[in-house]
């Protein structure tokens, strides 16, 4: 102590300081253990630990099995995490942990941590009975009802089984982890790992079900696909099932509707299907129905645009055949002729015909007339007469083409009659 200072302030000081130091020494100690033992429950549901120092960090867990129990709160509508803010996040977990706490120590073990965005519990029974999970369901759901009614937010529960000794907490979280893709699919907000294993895992879609669909699409006939599409959806959803097989059936679906565009004549789906590829297990079967329809709907639209335009086309080769059927009696018809009537080059007319009809057009003229002669043939007609009235030169370009076509002579079609 320095020379002329009061003793008693001295001294008072001197306390004042070190009680300080003791109390922000206590504080340090507790926020540190606060952290490893976060830590330790961390590492015990990440990994397959087996026990030891952990009670140094006050963690306390002596029960046979373990089940896990995640916890996240509900953002509803448009509140995003970031809208929320990182404080009533915080807030939110804090009620989460206290209030379960308070539930389950009546009836369990418990130990609470964070776990990312989720809070985690531990919940430890000495006997993993049916009686015991029902139970803890209850307590989950009385949580629920708590945030809703007293702080006005929900929580989504992921329940893993009750699994043996401290090992089993890593499998129960794992358990409960893989739970996280069934909350949109089940719509439930509480989902058990027990319940949830044994759901089905096959689904009905019948081979005559798909085809009914692509042949509507092929038409453009949206409403028939449509109603076809969903009664699959309501027939395969309507229930609980494994998020495999939700994923397995849209993937069907997705190639469904592939090949119906396809049938149509619609190659261009990239923009349709891009949409659909993004539906995953956690998009709600609802969203996924209306994804489809409109992808139904904008797939069938090109349909009917590629027909109308195809009858469109197609009434300027019927026209070509109305003035074959017309004058295919004059030798002198021919692509060359015909051409001329229509105003275009012979190459043109016949390149243009065969793409809407998939048929040559010269083919097409030595048909009428042969088909033509054939009739006069079987009314007794001879092959001379029969070849002229026909539009043939001669009789000998007659009986080659006729033969070609028939397989036979015309004097052998005409013993026969």
Not at 183 to 188: E, F, H, P, S, V
Request: proline share 2%; glycine share 6%; hydrophobic share 35%.
């Amino acid at each position: 102590m320095e020379s002329g200072v009061d003793e008693y302030q001295w001294l008072n000081h001197q306390m004042e300081s070190f009680f300080k130091e003791h109390i922000d020494t206590q504080r340090l100690l507790k926020n540190s253990r606060k952290t490893l033992k976060t830590y330790y429950l961390s590492k015990m549901m990440m990994e397959h630990c087996e026990r030891n120092s952990q009670e140094q960090v006050g963690i306390r867990l002596y029960s046979e099995f373990y089940a896990v129990v995640l916890l996240k709160p509900e953002l509803k509508g448009e509140l995003t995490a970031e809208r929320l803010g990182e404080e009533a996040q915080v807030l939110r977990k804090f009620i989460i942990a206290n209030v379960l706490s308070e539930i389950c120590q009546k009836y369990f073990e418990v130990e609470m941590t964070e776990m990312g965005e989720r809070e985690a519990a531990i919940i430890g029974m000495n006997i993993p009975s049916l009686d015991n999970m029902e139970r803890l369901q209850e307590c989950v759901e009385n949580l629920q009802q708590i945030t809703e009614e007293s702080f006005s937010f929900s929580c989504i529960a992921l329940l893993g089984t009750a699994c043996r000794g401290i090992g089993g907490i890593h499998e129960s979280y794992v358990q409960a982890q893989s739970m996280e893709e069934y909350i949109n699919l089940l719509d439930t907000p509480v989902i058990r790992y027990d319940k949830v294993k044994d759901l089905r895992f096959v689904y009905e879609y019948p081979e005559e079900m798909e085809l009914k669909i692509i042949h509507a699409m092929k038409i453009g006939d949206e409403k028939t696909a449509g109603k076809c599409m969903m009664e699959v959806f309501d027939r395969n959803l309507s229930g609980q099932v494994k998020a495999n097989t939700y994923r397995c059936l849209i993937f069907d679906m997705i190639g469904t509707l592939l090949k119906g565009a396809s049938t149509g004549g619609y190659n261009h789906t990239d923009p349709e299907i891009g949409v659909l590829e993004q539906i995953s297990v956690k998009t709600p079967v609802e969203e996924a129905k209306d994804k489809f329809l409109k992808c139904l709907g904008s797939i069938c639209l090109h349909i009917r645009q590629i027909r109308a335009k195809a009858s469109e086309d197609n009434i300027f080769s019927q026209k070509v055949e109305d003035y074959v059927n017309q004058n295919f009696t004059d030798p002198d018809l021919n692509i060359s002729i015909a051409s001329q009537y229509f105003r275009i080059t012979p190459s043109y007319l016949s390149s243009l015909y065969k793409k809407q009809t998939g048929k040559s057009l010269l083919d097409f003229i030595n048909n009428v007339r042969i088909d033509f002669a054939e009739g006069l043939l079987k009314k007794g007609c001879s092959v001379a007469d029969a070849a002229e009235q026909s539009g043939f030169r001669d009789s000998a370009g007659f009986i080659r083409a006729f033969k070609k076509k028939k397989g036979i002579t015309p004097g052998q079609l005409k013993k026969e009659f």
